[in-house]
Protein backbone atom coordinates (compact mmCIF):
# COMPACT_ATOMS: atom_id res chain seq x y z
CA UNK A 1 0.00 0.00 0.00
CA UNK A 2 1.04 3.50 -0.61
CA UNK A 3 1.76 5.45 1.86
CA UNK A 4 1.84 9.61 1.70
CA UNK A 5 2.91 12.03 4.09
CA UNK A 6 2.86 15.73 3.57
CA UNK A 7 5.81 18.50 4.68
CA UNK A 8 6.51 22.33 4.08
CA UNK A 9 3.23 24.13 4.70
CA UNK A 10 3.60 27.19 6.77
CA UNK A 11 2.93 30.97 6.95
CA UNK A 12 3.63 33.21 3.90
CA UNK A 13 3.16 36.50 2.67
CA UNK A 14 1.11 37.39 -0.31
CA UNK A 15 3.66 37.01 -3.15
CA UNK A 16 5.81 34.70 -1.72
CA UNK A 17 6.34 31.29 -2.34
CA UNK A 18 6.41 28.02 -0.29
CA UNK A 19 7.49 23.98 -1.67
CA UNK A 20 5.24 21.75 -0.18
CA UNK A 21 6.27 18.06 -0.25
CA UNK A 22 4.93 14.60 -0.52
CA UNK A 23 7.05 11.53 0.63
CA UNK A 24 5.96 8.30 -0.99
CA UNK A 25 6.47 5.04 0.06
CA UNK A 26 5.00 2.07 -0.10
CA UNK A 27 4.81 -0.94 -2.81
CA UNK A 28 6.31 -0.29 -6.20
CA UNK A 29 4.18 2.87 -7.58
CA UNK A 30 5.50 3.51 -11.44
CA UNK A 31 1.13 2.99 -12.16
CA UNK A 32 0.72 5.67 -9.74
CA UNK A 33 -1.11 8.85 -10.30
CA UNK A 34 0.25 11.59 -7.83
CA UNK A 35 -1.94 14.79 -7.41
CA UNK A 36 -2.34 17.80 -4.59
CA UNK A 37 -5.66 19.00 -3.40
CA UNK A 38 -6.55 21.36 -1.11
CA UNK A 39 -9.73 22.51 0.96
CA UNK A 40 -10.92 25.30 2.80
CA UNK A 41 -13.81 24.90 5.28
CA UNK A 42 -16.63 25.75 3.62
CA UNK A 43 -15.83 25.07 0.50
CA UNK A 44 -15.60 21.81 -1.75
CA UNK A 45 -12.01 20.17 -2.35
CA UNK A 46 -10.21 21.70 -5.05
CA UNK A 47 -7.79 20.32 -7.49
CA UNK A 48 -4.12 21.44 -7.80
CA UNK A 49 -2.18 19.61 -9.50
CA UNK A 50 -1.44 16.03 -10.66
CA UNK A 51 1.51 14.27 -12.31
CA UNK A 52 2.26 10.44 -13.19
CA UNK A 53 5.04 9.28 -11.10
CA UNK A 54 6.36 7.71 -14.65
CA UNK A 55 6.72 11.16 -16.24
CA UNK A 56 4.55 12.37 -19.04
CA UNK A 57 2.36 15.89 -18.39
CA UNK A 58 1.11 17.52 -15.68
CA UNK A 59 -1.89 18.78 -14.98
CA UNK A 60 -3.16 21.83 -13.00
CA UNK A 61 -6.36 23.69 -12.42
CA UNK A 62 -7.31 27.11 -13.17
CA UNK A 63 -6.37 28.65 -10.26
CA UNK A 64 -2.88 27.72 -10.13
CA UNK A 65 -1.80 27.43 -13.26
CA UNK A 66 1.12 29.73 -13.93
CA UNK A 67 2.20 29.30 -10.36
CA UNK A 68 2.13 25.99 -8.96
CA UNK A 69 4.28 23.84 -10.54
CA UNK A 70 4.57 19.81 -9.52
CA UNK A 71 7.22 17.72 -10.13
CA UNK A 72 8.60 14.34 -8.68
CA UNK A 73 11.72 13.38 -7.55
CA UNK A 74 11.96 9.00 -8.13
CA UNK A 75 15.61 8.85 -6.38
CA UNK A 76 13.69 10.45 -3.34
CA UNK A 77 10.41 8.99 -3.26
CA UNK A 78 8.97 12.64 -3.48
CA UNK A 79 6.45 14.79 -5.09
CA UNK A 80 6.69 18.28 -4.96
CA UNK A 81 4.22 21.29 -5.02
CA UNK A 82 5.98 24.82 -6.02
CA UNK A 83 3.83 27.60 -5.17
CA UNK A 84 4.86 31.05 -6.14
CA UNK A 85 3.04 34.42 -6.14
CA UNK A 86 0.83 32.80 -3.57
CA UNK A 87 -2.07 35.21 -2.45
CA UNK A 88 -4.67 35.22 0.43
CA UNK A 89 -6.81 32.59 -1.38
CA UNK A 90 -4.33 30.09 -1.67
CA UNK A 91 -4.83 29.59 1.98
CA UNK A 92 -6.02 26.40 2.66
CA UNK A 93 -4.99 22.49 4.10
CA UNK A 94 -3.57 21.12 0.94
CA UNK A 95 -3.18 17.32 0.61
CA UNK A 96 -1.11 15.15 -1.62
CA UNK A 97 -3.37 12.08 -3.16
CA UNK A 98 -2.49 9.10 -5.28
CA UNK A 99 -4.38 6.52 -7.36
CA UNK A 100 -3.68 3.77 -9.55
CA UNK A 101 -4.10 4.62 -13.20
CA UNK A 102 -7.22 2.60 -13.75
CA UNK A 103 -8.95 3.40 -11.06
CA UNK A 104 -11.53 6.35 -11.33
CA UNK A 105 -10.77 8.74 -8.30
CA UNK A 106 -8.05 9.41 -5.71
CA UNK A 107 -8.10 7.09 -2.99
CA UNK A 108 -5.02 7.31 -0.93
CA UNK A 109 -4.48 10.63 1.12
CA UNK A 110 -2.27 12.65 3.37
CA UNK A 111 -2.93 13.61 6.71
CA UNK A 112 -2.51 17.37 4.98
CA UNK A 113 -0.31 20.61 5.49
CA UNK A 114 -1.72 24.00 6.12
CA UNK A 115 -0.70 26.69 4.45
CA UNK A 116 -1.81 30.42 5.17
CA UNK A 117 -1.02 33.29 3.00
CA UNK A 118 -1.34 36.69 5.07
CA UNK A 119 -2.59 39.61 2.88
Known amino acids: QVQLVESGGGLVQAGGSLRLSCAVS????????FAWFRHTPGKEREFIAA????????YYGDAVKGRFTISRDNAKNTMYLQMNSLKPEDTAVYYC????????????WGQGTQVTVSS
Open 51 to 58: IAWSGGSA
Open 26 to 33: GRTFSSYL
Open 97 to 108: AARQVFVQSYDI
